[in-house]
């Protein structure tokens, strides 16, 4: 952790802190009248996530919380840009009914995301949107009625009258990072906070606030988040700054340079501050209750201060050494059940339910952990009806989690919908009907008829999430697809995704004697003839390590051979080649460093445009036409018109737009038909070679890779995009459009599934966690060893070319132990592996028995169904699989298996 301020003025004399253990074995802070300088716990360990496993974001990501913006900005694509981290995460206030939450977070470049699901599914919500950082929402006090919710961004903010539907961005401050927004006493008009200053607009348009208390030794950009909160005719403004963060391997270590509150009087328009108390001290958090009385006051020096009087004296509640609290909220019923909720920079939720006196850690869930950033916990959300719901939410570094016990147990929501679909490839030729996709985290999908149902295709493969896949050009012959796994590299499948095989010629990782991640793959066109595959790798914790490798795999001789593109840390973020059959036959790189060019088959490349490349298009025409567009990292076009050797800007009509994709039609020599695919606006149709365009559909989704077309090649109107949301197809050239990926596997991964103990205790499936985070400063024996409990041999993850992902979990676990699977949808089937050592098992789903399971087989059986049921209400359900220690007489022991599990959510 990086250092605080020192401490200044005297403290009131504060209560000491000591574990005792209440009757639920929760670990219990006790209030005592001492001093804390005795009291030693420092942090808990959250679970090490395999944090490699999700891809770069491809494209620049803009400044965030922890202030390490700039140094993205400066090598957009080169390094492991942090992925889950939490950075807006808001409720309606009338969460009861309509369940809608609002999130942020980054994969691929910035994502809003919004749940009307009560947070237990999310969607993308990018209508209207330009692509920029979102840092938080404000309803409206009457959003009942008007649906008025405004969002603030790093690029101005945004109001929607549709409940976040559909988003119009404002003409005020649209080029600026606006902080936060309030409403005023009218109800009406509203405060807005930028890193110039407090604003406010109303009916007689934009007015600044006099008085503003500027900091003196920091600059308005040096504001790195803020918040406003009016209780009555007080109106609290606090902004943080950040040092530039300092890194210890790989981790940005955040410290603080100033954190304020300061309060303006709105009837007066005087501006006051929150007591010579906290004059020198740093301020990270502070809430105030609805009716003032009440406020707290979180230090970075690790104390909590709360105030009784509407911030006139002050006594100290809480402390923590070596931690501090950087985020604090009161219940919405406060003033009733006395609750307030706390998150530290080093993982822990503490909560109080009487006003601060005494605290109870509440951190069961919390176990995954990585270590991108030094401060954990962003956000905390109650829900509106917490009286009768019990509901928090929490955003972290590692995702959002929700506890519906007041934080007794906590689950991880996976943000990301399962469904997220990167590929999408209809196999050519006719009458083929085969479709494939590749998911985030739910690995490959198949369909036979022409994408109406889907089946899993993930059998003997490794890849939950596939960075690249790419059917063979000769499919129709070969019946070949080739997947990426970021972790484990190249796979092929020679039955049309029925089996997978792992290519072992073409492990990098042993060429250059360290673990990779493998990033990009391209297949040539010519591949039936020259079997050249590409293929990009980084070492694994790249953040900060300079050297990236570029290779190519011929797969008809198994010769692997180092290529030179650029510098050494050059960033690969896309191969493409002349199409098939042309007579130029060369390979385009589109780089950080620019654009390059090779005339033979990738050994020699020539940079062809300085301008960073995220992604390149190769006219199918290009023998004509010598066609080939780029799109740089602001979504903006840069066209050549001489085979790419040299590189224009051009708009293409589509001035404004960000664009994430150009499709070509395959038959583009003739129908000079164009697809941009968008954000925020969805996908555009041109016929005429890009002079005109018209909406194709799909408004507010984003799609990593564009529209792809059915073997027909658009003759059948049926077309497939690859969205956040899943696999969409239109069957009427693209004027409706319909979710068709029903189906999603839950496979053998955290946070996937769970393991919990007879008394509801997370058991953490990840190895060697506690070791990882003492590299970084980040275990406390004393609270860790009670979070991270862990029993020998308890489990064990088996590798199988015959299970999905080709491993699986086994259980030794005493009676009571359950897995869990919990999924929001309305069918779930449970996969199993069956063998000669395993035991029976109780099947419940939503606390109800289902019946018993015998997992005993003389011999081993995969891709056994244990369970299913299908037909259940669309809502939040509970599958646990129990240990009983029961056992066929023939098996020679009681442990149980979990392989998958299938969800179909309509």
Not at 11 to 18: D, E, G, N, T, V
Not at 600 to 628: H, M, N, R, Y
Request: charged share 20%; net charge negative.
């Amino acid at each position: 952790m990086g250092g605080g301020c020192e401490h200044h003025g005297t403290f009131p004399k504060a209560p000491r802190l000591a574990w005792t253990r209440d009757r639920t074995d929760h670990l219990v802070y006790k209030s005592q009248v001492d001093d804390i300088s005795s009291l030693k716990p420092e942090l808990y360990p959250t679970l090490l996530a395999h944090h490699e496993s999700t891809p770069i974001m491809n494209r620049r990501c803009l400044a965030t919380f922890v202030a390490f913006a700039a140094h993205f900005l400066a090598v957009t694509c080169q390094a492991h840009v942090p992925h889950d981290i939490i950075y807006s995460l808001d409720v309606s206030p009338t969460f009861q009914n309509d369940g809608l939450v609002f999130a942020s977070s980054t994969q691929f470049g910035e994502a809003h995301l919004m749940s009307s699901t009560f947070g237990e599914t999310f969607s993308e919500s990018h209508a209207g949107m330009q692509q920029t950082l979102v840092t938080g929402h404000t309803f409206s006090p009457n959003f009942s009625t008007d649906g008025i919710v405004y969002m603030v961004t790093h690029q101005g903010y945004y109001k929607s009258v549709d409940r976040g539907r559909n988003w119009e961005k404002q003409k005020d401050f649209a080029d600026e990072q606006v902080l936060s927004i309030c409403f005023a006493n009218d109800e009406t008009s509203i405060y807005v906070l930028t890193r110039n200053g407090l604003h406010r607009i109303g009916s007689d348009g934009l007015q600044s606030v006099d008085g503003y208390p500027h900091q003196n030794d920091v600059s308005p950009s040096d504001v790195t988040f803020g918040k406003l909160q009016r209780v009555g005719n007080r109106l609290f403004v606090h902004q943080v700054f950040y040092e530039t963060p300092k890194r210890k391997n790989g981790m940005d270590l955040v410290d603080y340079r100033t954190g304020t509150v300061h309060v303006l009087d709105t009837d007066r328009g005087e501006w006051d501050s929150v007591g010579d108390l906290f004059a020198s001290k740093v301020i990270t958090d502070f809430d105030v209750s609805a009716d003032g009385h009440t406020a707290l006051i979180a230090l970075k020096d690790g104390t909590v201060h709360r105030s009784v009087d509407q911030c006139q004296t002050w006594t100290q509640v809480f402390s923590r050494k070596d931690d501090f609290v950087c985020k604090l909220k009161m219940s919405p019923d406060f003033g009733d059940d006395q609750t307030i909720a706390c998150g530290t920079a080093k993982g822990f939720v503490f909560l109080s339910q009487n006003g601060g006196d005494d605290w109870t850690v509440r951190s069961n869930g919390l176990s995954r952990w990585v270590h991108h950033v030094n401060i954990l916990i962003n956000q905390i959300a109650f829900s509106p009806n917490y009286r009768n719901d019990k509901t928090i939410f929490l955003g972290k570094t590692t995702g959002v989690y929700k506890t519906t016990d007041s934080g007794k147990f906590w689950r991880h929501i996976n943000v990301w919908n399962p469904k997220w679909g990167y590929f999408v490839y209809p196999a050519p030729g006719e009458p083929s009907r085969d479709v494939f996709a590749a998911t985030y985290n739910g690995g490959i999908y198949r369909s036979h008829d022409n994408g109406m149902t889907w089946s899993s295709a993930n059998i003997g493969i490794t890849s939950a999430f596939a960075n690249g896949m790419e059917l063979s050009p000769n499919y129709e012959v070969d019946k070949t697809i080739f997947v990426l796994d970021i972790a484990t590299g190249l796979y092929r499948s020679a039955d049309a995704g029925r089996s997978w095989s792992h290519v072992v010629q073409a492990d990098t990782a042993k060429v250059i004697g360290k673990p990779v991640l493998y990033r990009k793959m391209g297949v040539s066109p010519d591949f039936a003839d020259d079997g050249l595959i590409f293929l990009f790798s980084v070492p694994r914790r790249i953040l900060g390590v300079p050297e990236k490798h570029v290779w190519s795999f011929n797969d008809k001789t198994n010769k692997l051979s180092q290529l030179s593109i650029g510098k050494s840390n050059n960033y690969i973020n896309r191969f493409a080649f002349t199409p098939r059959g042309s007579k130029q036959k060369l390979v385009f790189a589109a780089t950080a460093q620019g654009i390059f060019r090779s005339q033979d088959a990738g050994e020699s490349w020539t940079q062809v445009s300085p301008i960073g490349s995220q992604k390149l298009f190769v006219s199918p025409d290009f023998d004509e036409d010598g066609l080939v567009y780029s799109m740089d990292a602001g979504g903006r076009l840069h066209r050549s018109i001489d085979e790419g050797q040299t590189f224009e800007p051009t708009k293409l009509g589509l001035d404004g737009k960000y664009i994430d994709n150009l499709t070509f039609s395959p038959r583009y020599a003739d129908d000079q038909t164009l697809f941009a695919s968008t954000f925020g606006e969805g996908v555009f149709r041109s016929q005429d070679a890009g002079r005109t365009w018209s909406h194709f559909g799909l408004r507010g989704k984003w799609l990593y890779s564009g529209p792809a077309f059915s073997s027909g090649d658009g003759d059948d109107s049926v077309f497939f995009a690859p969205t956040v949301d899943g696999i969409y197809r239109s069957t009427d050239d693209g004027r409706s459009w319909n979710n068709v990926l029903r189906t999603i596997q839950r496979l053998p991964k955290v946070p996937l599934l769970m393991l919990r103990d007879p008394n509801g205790k997370e058991i953490p499936l990840t190895f060697g966690t506690p070791e990882e985070m003492k590299r970084y400063d980040a275990y406390d024996a004393e609270v860790g060893d009670v979070i991270f409990a862990r029993t020998p041999n308890l489990y064990q993850k088996i590798k199988s070319p015959h299970a999905y992902l080709a491993s699986y979990y086994k259980f030794r676990a005493n009676p009571g132990y359950a897995v869990e699977i919990h999924f929001y949808g309305t069918g779930v089937e449970y996969k199993c592996v069956q063998s000669a050592d395993l035991g029976i098992v109780d099947i419940e789903l939503d606390g109800k028995p289902q019946g018993q399971f015998d997992l005993y087989s003389e011999r081993d059986r995969f891709d056994v169904t244990g369970y299913e049921r299908q037909n259940l209400k669309q809502d939040y359900h509970v599958l646990r699989i129990v240990a009983t220690g029961e056992k066929n007489q023939e098996s020679s022991g009681t442990a149980m298996t979990f392989n998958a599990a299938n969800i179909t959510n309509d």
